[in-house]
């Protein structure tokens, strides 16, 4: 997904400036912890209905990208 960034917003008042789903509280870290738990999109999407698969998918591209763009600096 290339656009994600029309689903996810960054907003110092919400979350703490954590990256959010757009129109929710819901951070891209709480999407990828629930996924790192076992819990399936279904699950996800059945326990947050305002969440759409298009959602997951932008926080799991997000996510991606970010760690592509990290860069490791030796102390």
């Known amino acids: 997904m290339k656009d994600f960034f029309t689903y996810i917003s960054i907003d110092p008042e919400l979350r703490f400036g954590k990256p959010c789903i757009k129109g929710t509280r819901i951070a891209v870290s709480d999407i990828l912890k629930w996924?790192?738990?076992?819990?399936?999109?279904?699950?996800?999407?059945h326990d947050y209905p305002s969440l759409k698969k298009e959602h997951i998918l932008a926080a799991l591209a997000f996510a991606a990208h970010r760690e592509s763009i990290t860069k490791i600096v030796a102390a």
Do not use: C, P, V
């Open 35 to 45: 996924l790192a738990s076992g819990m399936t999109q279904e699950e996800i999407l």
